[in-house]
Nanobody
Framework: QVQLVESGGGLVQPGGSLRLSCAAS????????MGWYRQAPGKQRELVAT???????NYADSVKGRFTISRDNVKNTVYLQMNNLNPEDTAVYYC?????????WGKGTLVTVSS
């Protein structure tokens, strides 16, 4: 059974940085795409960034230039480096992995940006 486990969330001051990790296990080693989504209180879940198995990346406009997504296909792990964080980035961040028509989600990690 595929499992995605996120880590790296926490409390950070505005302007600070965090690095999220999402490790996949359960037998699939070549997800077509992996990515990060987030859901702020009272809002819908939204795309943050995705990366394909070939390294093609896509970012939400709100994080371009501040966030960087990367993946290690050997470790089956996807990362999200978040710099220059602001309070609007506060949300639960979810990892998603896509394999053909199957989508797998992690349980999320909370990122709080506050002084």
């Amino acid at each position: 059974q595929v499992q995605l486990v996120e880590s790296g969330g926490g409390l950070v001051q505005p302007g600070g940085s965090l690095r999220l990790s999402c490790a996949a296990s359960g037998g699939i080693f070549n997800f077509h795409a992996m990515g990060w989504y987030r859901q702020a209180p009272g809002k819908q879940r939204e795309l943050v960034a995705t990366i394909t198995s070939g390294g093609y990346t896509n970012y939400a406009d709100s994080v371009k230039g501040r966030f960087t997504i990367s993946r290690d296909n050997v470790k089956n792990t996807v990362y999200l480096q978040m710099n220059n964080l602001n309070p609007e980035d506060t949300a639960v961040y979810y990892c998603k992995a896509q394999y053909y028509a199957m989508a797998y989600w992690g349980k999320g990690t909370l990122v709080t940006v506050s002084s």
